[in-house]
């Protein structure tokens, strides 16, 4: 059974900083690429980076690039998003999802496993 479980997310002040984690069990970890998402109240999920398992190879949108790094740990089987920078307009419901694909996966359709999702509230 596949779970990917996120944590990290919290309330803080724009300008700030937050490291989002994914553990994820249940499958070959280093085989799968790691996407980040994110949803806001009465919007549709956006992506925002994906790393992939082959290389480590990472992509993303450009309202993140700069500001956002994904990132990998095999060994601990988790994935990492690093964000720094943050606006209120980043508020929102975080994902992390897994894909075998070995390309930028940079939409919903090309993932197989979904987390609960984390909560990040950025105030002015």
């Known amino acids: 059974q596949v779970q990917l479980v996120e944590s990290g997310g919290g309330s803080v002040q724009a300008g700030d900083s937050l490291r989002l984690s994914c553990a994820a069990s249940?499958?070959?970890?280093?085989?799968?690429?790691f996407g980040w998402f994110r949803q806001a109240p009465g919007k549709e999920r956006e992506f925002v980076a994906v790393i992939r398992g082959s290389d480590a190879g990472t992509y993303y949108p450009d309202s993140a690039k700069g500001r956002f790094t994904a990132s990998r740990d095999n060994a601990g089987n988790t994935a990492y998003l690093q964000m720094s920078s943050l606006k209120p307009e980043d508020t929102a419901v975080y994902f992390c999802?897994?894909?075998?694909?070995?390309?930028?996966?940079?939409?919903?359709?090309?993932?197989?496993?979904w987390g609960q999702g984390t909560q990040v509230t950025v105030s002015p």
């Open positions: 999802a897994a894909t075998a694909l070995q390309r930028p996966a940079d939409h919903v359709k090309f993932y197989e496993y």
């Open positions: 249940g499958l070959a970890f280093e085989s799968y690429s």
